[in-house]
């Protein structure tokens, strides 16, 4: 008899998620990871239940904004230069997938996936008593200029297309929902069945919580490697191995570094991303405003005001880019009038396929293996979901969609290097 069920290496909101679905079940689970769950990534996002986003940041755009994106500080979107250097088939297959027909069909599988984002997240909610933490007031996205609005409409009737509701807005009607706001707006959408997090950390602190009620165990320690032997799986934990039916390797942008997990063989990079917090200024708005020209979301949350977005296409273990932070600081004194300087920044690792598609499914090595990660911008929305599927996976039940596209075996871009970028 093996030691676990399964073994989930990575505690943010996919391993937590996972784990707690699988705890429901009845399984026997075991939950790894040598911080806090719920502090890393998870912690750090818009707080926003984006169901509406399925339009990947691979976008035709892209190849127009090239220069700019690579030596420019006034861009939402930024890449290192010696990193794409280093890196170059990762690059050219981010691109290849900013090709229109490719973005579009990245749009439909995350569309796809997003449609059952609720279903799986929900039941999480009610498990952890944590129904407090959300509010239903929507999401609204503001344009200042026609220019960046009529850039959005293919996308915004793409999103129609996929029957995901939203209401067309002038600038002043945005107003009206959010006079705090001081920016011009030309145009806005309102998500209005959208729903946002007070608290992404304590949402996965309840999760957790639950998780171990119902007798989950939980070891504050890194998954070093994992070796597929017949029916089971060694799992190295700080030099201990333990023996599991499944493990699931769910830690995020780190899940390169679990050896034998077949996940060194993934293009796996990073979007580093970028929050403020102005802790006295959560009254600013009253629900999440996403400013599209900015590339940021500014939003009310329990701790205060934060400012959260941008992509940074670089290095993992690089250090804080200042130039990031300076560029938020920016926009947000644009967006809202008299605001104070910020009372901290954060930097968080959201992990990212060339494809911008998450990895969910059986290891090339083992089906005693499942994927689970490069969720993007997306993990605090699919986590629930994504959770469940892990759990049908490890049960060998097939779940109640094709998640073929998004599996660990696809083919990731025409120049993508399956030893990683």
């Not at 297309?161 to 009607?173: D, L, N, V, Y």
Request: hydrophobic share 40%; proline share 6%; glycine share 10%.
């Amino acid at each position: 008899m093996t030691d676990y069920d399964i073994v989930v290496a990575g505690a943010g909101i996919v391993g937590v998620s996972t784990a707690l679905h699988a705890q429901m079940r009845g399984h026997r689970v075991l939950l790894a990871d040598p911080n806090l769950p719920g502090s890393g990534t998870s912690s750090g996002n818009a707080c926003t239940i984006a169901t509406y986003g399925c339009m990947p940041i691979n976008d035709p755009a892209v190849f127009g904004n090239l220069p700019k994106l690579m030596f420019g500080k006034d861009s939402p979107l930024s890449v290192s230069l010696p990193y794409a250097l280093r890196n170059p088939r990762w690059m050219l297959s981010f691109l290849a997938n900013c090709r229109l027909t490719k973005s579009r069909a990245i749009a439909g599988y995350l569309a796809q996936l997003l449609s059952h984002a609720e279903a799986g997240l929900n039941p999480l909610i009610v498990e952890a008593g944590a129904e407090d933490l959300f509010v239903a007031r929507g999401q609204l996205s503001v344009w200042s200029t026609s220019a960046g609005f009529d850039g959005a409409r293919a996308g915004l009737e793409f999103r129609r297309q996929q029957g995901i509701p939203f209401t067309e807005m002038s600038g002043a009607e945005a107003k009206e929902l959010e006079p705090g706001l001081d920016l011009p707006i030309e145009h806005a959408i309102h998500f209005h069945q959208a729903r946002h997090v007070s608290d992404p950390q304590e949402l996965i602190r309840r999760m957790h919580a639950r998780f171990a009620q119902l007798g989950g165990h939980t070891r504050p320690a890194k998954v070093n490697a994992t070796q597929a032997h017949g029916d089971l799986v060694e799992v190295e934990i700080d030099g201990d191995t333990i023996t599991a039916n499944r493990a699931v390797i769910a830690a995020g942008a780190f899940s390169r570094q679990i050896a034998g997990a077949g996940t060194a063989q993934l293009p796996l990079g990073v979007e580093r991303g970028y929050h403020l917090l102005y802790t006295q200024d959560a009254h600013r708005v009253t629900r999440p405003v996403g400013w599209m020209e900015g590339g940021f979301y500014a939003t009310p949350m329990a701790q205060g005001l934060r400012l959260a977005g941008t992509v940074e296409i670089a290095q993992l273990n690089a250090g804080p880019n200042q130039n990031r932070i300076n560029y938020l600081a920016r926009q947000a004194t644009q967006m809202f009038q008299d605001l104070p300087q910020h009372d901290s920044s954060w930097l968080g690792y959201r992990p990212t396929m060339p494809d911008s598609m998450p990895v969910i499914g059986y290891s090339p090595h083992s089906d005693r293996i499942v994927h689970a990660f490069g969720h993007q911008h997306l993990g605090l929305t699919l986590g629930g979901i994504t959770g469940r599927i892990v759990t049908d996976l490890v049960e060998d039940r097939a779940p109640n969609f094709a998640i073929s596209a998004y599996s660990p075996s696809r083919s990731f871009g025409p120049f993508a290097n399956r030893s990683g970028p």
